[in-house]
């Protein structure tokens, strides 16, 4: 087998939750998430958030996690602030619209991070009663393009929306990445305490599918169980994802897979660096973007699986390279043996 | 442990399925559905349906499975026709709705079942065109009370739909026990001649999650993919999907498990009925209803784990009791023996 | 021409409302209802509804109204409970469900007319949280059959309504001919103040179009103006709905041209009563429903415009006759003259 | 009063249409639109258009005309290609994405206009069947800023719309002023046969309010009167709609009214300019753009109503005179005047 780089969805779950769902598959357990391990999950993970209040939902998926909570927390006329390269906006073929909610994109840099200086303008023009409300605004940690919130960036962002009326949401798909980056200097509980509503991404690390969504303030969840059943959300058994994140969640599983791929990809990365590739971005977590030589593309394909990302000019491509929690340092000494 | 016959989403999948989704685990697998069990599972199933040119597509759930599909194959201003205790109309917290169609409900018996002659009067008001249009009619098969469509039933009323230029949809939820049910005489390619689009259910019948959407008549089928997509329907690690459907159709496990089910539901109707216990409807497949008096409630719910369906008056309730694919014998009498 | 007992939008404005309208033609106004004659007809409206706290919006139709403003008052997963033969559920080609919510219809009784004990069973059914929430209930006055709902009947449904979490909506597309009917006990004010939303229909009582929406709770009533310009339903003339409405205030000509109606259709009922005619329902209102014999429809074809209400049985028919403002008592006489 | 150049919907119908309007007020006409007006209107438009085949369909404001049209033009998933600038996206409050479509807006240059070389690099983007489908263009004519189609571009758009398999949608709201600019080199049937849709706007060229839609490809009209119903778009007294726009295609009445608006800007446009104004963008219809110093606004404001685009730099804004059918020579000259 060629080695693997493409991306963090292409293995299963984490032999632990792997082990957990075995385990629990002829107990018989009531559906619908009413069951021990869903009972259990939620307050470990509302334990480790540190906070109680919170309201913790099981969802199946990245773009269904996102549409279900951005659309239950806005009211039909309000819009979510996206940046123009955030999932909600360019990689989900309008599902957010579906709803019947605009999206107004923000240009942001590189590192695709938002600041109260991009939303300010727009919020100025959208004071016309004849334009659509900004109420939210949607954020990625990691962004899409592997950067991460510092602790100082989030809460001057955090501040700018409470004050502003606006929510802040967190699409958290490689959050396991971002808190454990050598960027990143939030705490789990700090960053439940400097968002409105985020999830923790377990697709993209370690389960076979599912996304726990947190709403860390009570006063927002009133009937959201009904809104999820309401948007096909609910699955008959529920207890899967239960035991999937209570696994997750013990020894911190979660943290020490993001942590472990964030590392292979600091291995990676310097590697390729040393080689004198160069890097599209910085990013410190489990997504490396290189530019490389058209020419180049052809040999890569025989030797690994990775994703073309851009064009970046006329011969030159931006690739992407992902690691995640069962790449080895065999995997990327390989890739870089091969690639010498 | 209780007897369980609470209903048929409470055990995992089917040890077989399970193993089949443990042995793809870390392997390597494409994102999306673009994997080979995904697309050997759509070929089998194509095979099994007899329909070399339909359309096949996995999706997570029944709600969800309806949704996508009925929106997908209406106009915005069409609606659906469907017999008022169908789920989509009574179970679902307006997942329908949700997409802009309207249900026009039709009162059906206790059979659950749709006729030419409850839809013509309703086709008869709507061709004024101040009112809605109806476009597709929805069925489901097992119904919600477990009764099934014979051939003759289904001929009749899918000719009345061409005629009509309604499209036929069917809910196969229960489509394992419906179509290897004593009353049944369809085969799975009659059936599947006989409506122009339907789903069959792995969640309620051997997998962990997942419905096999099939579309019949190819020129309904473009963007199909996108709309699921944009519904957020779409599973990052789609390949456990296609492993859990390959291992079902392997063997026609798929119907074993379904007539096995239909068998422990018959033995247990006859075990009751012979000890004066009353239905409340005939049924042939895996769910079973009952009248009881109120007050052998309490007793029931010390020895099994069952339903509550509906008040039958004010001192009668109906339950139900369902059986599944790993419903035992022992289970059966079991729970025969305690209530004697 | 023929006797004009079709319906009551065949007409155009009344006069005086007419003349409103080319009085302000030329003058200048600025546009989308931020003008002084739509200024001054909110402030005259909420006068004479004794609600000076209440939002006063004008839209431009009946089916518009209703669901823009249902659309408005609940949340995505709300749904709206109404009369089966309520306008919102049977006459607007799904224009509610199109926003995405469900209509829970409730049978009514000829008087079509909702109470608290219709309501309840469905109230204690929706409980269940895998069903849709109910929000808000739908009735009009007068109703589609022409009847009104008494001081007694709106108190208790409302005060139900309250403590039930329930917002109550009336489509008041003929609420001049109620609130002036011998059957009823209402005024304008006490009428307010036992809804929490509703509307002054100028449609179908002297405007050329127009509807004037009244959400008489201020707390509810947030961002209304942006779902207004979100559903289209914003005009850029707007003076032109301030102008209609101010000219139906003044001199209570609104009400005037609804009594006027009424007894039209007073001395019509007398007259066909006593030539033996058969009522299907007792209308208070401007809208008559007799059973008529099939055969008779062919003369009354020459003689004038009526309405075929519905089949009644193989060989009669129930056919509707409606009064407006413009009806005078030489069209009433010269019909009943002409049926002799 | 001021010199109003604020817009060109502050003043109400041109005198003969509402003489029309007045004309048939008390006639009694059916409702809905099945009266003669309405019927003959279609015709004449249908004839003026060169398009037999064509469906015709009044609506009552540009907001709901391009929401209505566009979104029963595409399928759900797909998409609305659209000026940055373009009213769909900027200025309707997610009327659009409140019908569950995405716009994909497009960077365009101060004219306003798409071309065959903007959208290109989206659509080959958008092959990705990941990302939403592109399923339509929108256009308007004359564009936000006053600019018009000419032939060979139309020509050259619609060519690469229909290889592309792409609709193309003209906002025609100010159409009478664009077809009769001196830029313009096309006549009413060229236009119509190089769009698939497009509106007559009446609401800014001479009417209380109402824009005729215009289908030109009958295979795609199916069930469109459902649609606009659906949406609360159609009038119960329709038959105004119809009168309008009789009136308004007598004797060439709108395009009439249309050159006589370019006139008149033109006029000012040359005062100023030659009184050394500095023009923001060329604009060869009714609506002018002008850069000026800050502290001119608040003499301007004393003189005349005009409306604030946007900021231009620190010291500068971009205002914007209108100009329209009622708008005489003494007006542009006393304004010119004044501002000497």
Not at 119 to 137: M, S
Not at 168 to 188: H, K, P, Q, V, Y
Request: glycine share 8%; with cysteine.
């Amino acid at each position: 087998m060629k080695f693997w780089f493409k991306n963090d969805y292409s293995f299963g779950a984490h032999p632990k939750v792997l082990d957990a769902v075995v385990a629990a598959n002829m107990e018989g357990n009531w559906g619908y998430g009413d069951d021990k391990y869903t009972a259990r999950a939620k307050d470990v993970i509302r334990e480790k958030c540190g906070c109680p209040d919170a309201m913790v939902e099981f969802l199946i998926g990245g773009t269904q996690t996102n549409v279900v909570a951005c659309s239950f927390l806005l009211k039909p006329w309000e819009a979510a602030i996206c940046p123009h390269s955030g999932h909600l906006n360019g990689h989900e073929v309008g599902a957010f619209e579906a709803t019947g909610h605009k999206i107004l994109p923000v240009e942001v840099g590189a590192d695709g991070k938002i600041t109260p200086e991009l939303i300010a303008p727009l919020l100025e023009v959208h004071k016309d009663v004849h334009l659509t409300k900004p109420g939210l605004v949607y954020i990625s940690n990691a962004t899409e393009n592997g950067d991460v919130y510092t602790k100082a960036e989030l809460t001057r962002l955090y501040a700018f929306c409470r004050e502003n009326d606006l929510l802040l949401f967190a699409d958290g798909a490689r959050l396991g990445c971002a808190l454990t980056s050598d960027s990143n200097d939030l705490t789990l509980p700090e960053f439940a305490k400097l968002v409105d509503a985020f999830y923790i991404g377990g697709t993209k690390n370690g389960t076979m599918f599912g996304e726990a969504l947190v709403i860390t303030r009570p006063e927002l969840t009133k009937d959201f169980f009904r809104m999820k059943k309401r948007m096909g959300a609910v699955m008959e058994k529920g207890w899967i994802q239960g035991a999937m994140f209570l696994a997750l969640m013990e020894d911190d599983l979660y943290f020490k897979m993001g942590r472990h791929a964030n590392e292979m990809a600091a291995r990676l990365q310097k590697g390729l660096v040393d080689m004198g590739w160069k890097l599209w971005v910085e990013s410190p977590t489990n997504q490396l973007f290189f530019v490389i030589p058209n020419e180049l593309k052809a040999k890569l394909d025989e030797i690994c699986e990775y994703e073309d990302w851009c064009m970046y000019d006329e011969t030159h491509t931006v690739i992407r390279f992902v690691t995640c929690f069962n790449t080895t340092e065999a995997d990327v000494d390989g890739l870089l043996a091969a690639l010498r």
